[in-house]
């Protein structure tokens, strides 16, 4: 699932993704011969099949998924929910879409070639999973840049994609979370009942503190909570600013490399 945070602050956008990537798989579970009684007769019924609720399970994980990386060297993407589709890494298809584009490209460009790009891919892969739930996204993606001239603040794209995807575009100063964003949430609210969060005074080191804090914090909760964790690993985080384009932070080695 992961933690996607962006911060719009009034030197740049800060955007963090962990790494941790969790395959889950689902057990469908039954009885066979199963015999009860009749509680008015005391008669002994035998059940052919009883089938359970589904149950999931973690079938592996891994602690350095790449789920955040720069598209054409000026905008920054990071990656939440699932993180393949049809076969591959959703970073192997940013980085062929992202070589198929010659030049500079606006945000709104951005928009319109990764619509255009993952909705026939998300297509296909939701069409062969015949019992897949409708109501849900496959995977999101968070874009984040500048649009023109004129956007102090940056911008932050919110992309989910299913059977009904969604765009929201997200301008001036604030916070976009998406993904597994329950224990920020609360976060947020307490915060707010005691002393709010005064993003408008912050330096770039306190946006970047912020948004590793967030993603630490819900990973080191869900360590001592009983589920399955979906938020861990590295925390990669990049900075945009308006004259400065993409600049890591922090990133694992692996992926230094890989966007050298």
């Known amino acids: 699932m992961t933690l996607v ?8 956008v800060i955007l963090s993704a962990d790494s941790l990537q969790t395959s889950i798989s689902s057990l469908n579970p039954e009885l066979k011969d199963f015999k009860v009684k009749s509680p008015s007769t005391g008669e002994e019924i035998n059940i052919p099949k009883v089938k359970l609720p589904p149950i999931s399970i973690p079938s592996s994980t891994s602690s350095f998924a790449q789920k955040l990386f720069s598209f054409k060297k000026k905008y920054g993407v990071a990656i939440f929910g699932s993180n393949i589709l049809n076969g591959r890494t959703i970073y192997n298809h940013i980085k062929t879409l992202e070589k198929s ?12 070639r ?3 790009y993952f909705q026939p891919q998300v297509d296909q892969q939701i069409a062969a999973f015949p019992n897949y739930n409708k ?10 840049g ?7 603040t940056g911008t932050t794209l919110e992309f989910n994609f299913g059977v009904n995807s969604t765009i929201q575009k997200h301008k001036d100063l604030g916070w976009t979370i998406s993904g597994d964003t329950g224990f920020a949430i609360k976060i947020f609210e307490a915060a707010k009942q ?13 946006g970047i503190d912020f948004c590793e804090f967030l993603t630490n914090s819900t990973a080191d909760f869900q ?37 050298s």
Do not use: H
């Open 194 to 206: 005691r002393s709010p969060i005064n993003i408008g005074a912050f330096s770039l080191q306190d």
């Open 5 to 12: 945070v962006s911060l719009r602050i009034a030197d740049g």
């Open 146 to 152: 500048f649009e023109n001239g004129d956007d102090v």
């Open 135 to 144: 109501s849900r996204s496959l995977f999101g993606l968070q874009i984040v």
């Open 114 to 116: 990764i619509q255009a």
């Open 101 to 112: 584009i010659q030049g500079d490209i606006s945000m709104d460009e951005v928009q319109k």
């Open 223 to 259: 360590r001592f909570a009983n589920m399955i964790p979906t938020v861990g690993g590295n925390v990669d985080i990049a900075l945009l600013t308006k004259y400065s384009d993409f600049n890591w932070i922090k990133a694992k080695s692996l992926t230094k490399l890989l966007e």
